[in-house]
């Protein structure tokens, strides 16, 4: 989906199609009863501006898209703009929002409309909003309150019809103490809160990898806290691909140099396999004999945790035998949104 710097979309505009795992789906079924409820105080003209706030790579633009979608359902409303504040230095975010007259600053030599003026009753989305600088969080609250504002150098009030939607991994301490509590915020918990939807968005992003991990890669995947969420999965995802493909034609090398009965060493290709480059995350598949070493030292019996383990397709061993994949446990369909 293009979002474009500063150009409103019109009909043309369609949401994603996402993939919700099982423990995204109350959450996105709460957004959903939210949504309605803004977008039917926004029709009798009393709605307040939407903060959609998870930390980073969570999916927050899911959400936005969903809360967009719904509006242009309701209203039939088809004006949409996203913009990037994050991307903008603070002068030229404030020029950008609020347009201005010719002469309000140096380079002011024509009248400029700023994005609210130009998005009418449609749908704003201002992302990274938690990147704003305080003065201008100040300016944007009083378009919240008296739902009017003025262009840079004009003392004429336009009226502010729009709907606003705004996202944010920030923490409170990035905003003013009376700025966020105008929004309605809805926040979206992080992966290591919803540990089962893990191996759901690893399927999805490369179907088939789950058939290629071994129990204890699961465990390692499964108790890990992926601090990036998403995209810290998909990162990971990218690594074990690359490492799948390359493993694959070395051994299919090895087979054309030494013949049909050259024989690999299992063990050897499940660490290749999980060899993982650890300079954008801190993921590892052999944390797991730490682990156990540790309970050792503290006395729990880990044979019986292993055993435990066992039953439901996981170990302590990273390099144990492969995990078992139920027909359709992993549906990569499974969950899919067409909104």
Aim: aromatic share 12%.
């Amino acid at each position: 989906m293009s979002k474009k710097q500063g150009k409103i979309t019109n009909a043309e505009w369609k949401p994603r199609k996402w993939v919700v795992p099982p423990d995204l789906y109350n959450s996105l079924n709460r957004f959903s009863i939210r949504c309605q409820l803004i977008i039917r105080d926004f029709l009798e003209c009393k709605s307040r501006p939407l903060l959609i706030h998870g930390p980073t790579g969570v999916g927050k633009s899911l959400f936005s898209e969903f809360f967009v979608y719904e509006f242009q359902k309701i209203t039939t409303n088809k004006n949409v703009l996203f913009v990037n504040c994050a991307a903008l230095p603070d002068t030229l975010l404030e020029s950008e929002l609020f347009g201005f007259e010719r002469g309000a600053h140096s380079t002011a030599f024509n009248v400029k409309l700023g994005y609210f003026e130009i998005i009418g009753d449609g749908v704003i989305v201002l992302e990274e909003i938690g990147e704003m600088a305080k003065h201008l969080q100040a300016k944007l609250l009083m378009v919240i309150e008296n739902k009017i504002f003025s262009r840079l150098g004009s003392t004429t009030n336009i009226p502010f019809k729009a709907q606003i939607v705004a996202t944010s991994n920030a923490d409170k301490k990035k905003f003013r103490n009376d700025f966020i509590y105008r929004f309605n915020t809805f926040f979206i918990p992080p992966i290591h809160e919803r540990r089962r939807d893990i191996l759901y968005y690893i399927n999805h992003i490369n179907p088939g990898t789950i058939r290629n991990l071994t129990k204890g890669a699961v465990l390692s995947l499964l108790s890990y806290n992926w601090p990036g969420n998403v995209r810290e999965i998909e990162h990971i995802c990218n690594a074990m691909l690359e490492n799948f493909i390359e493993n694959s034609v070395i051994n299919n090398h090895s087979e054309e140099c030494f013949g049909s009965k050259y024989e690999t060493n299992a063990l050897e290709e499940q660490r290749q396999v999980m060899q993982i480059d650890n300079e954008f995350s801190d993921f590892k598949f052999d944390n797991l004999a730490n682990l156990a070493n540790n309970l050792k030292k503290s006395g729990i019996d880990i044979k019986k945790i292993e055993g435990i383990l066992q039953s439901n397709l996981l170990s302590f061993e990273s390099y144990a035998e492969k995990f078992y994949q139920g027909e359709g446990v992993f549906d990569s369909e499974l969950g899919r949104v067409d909104i």
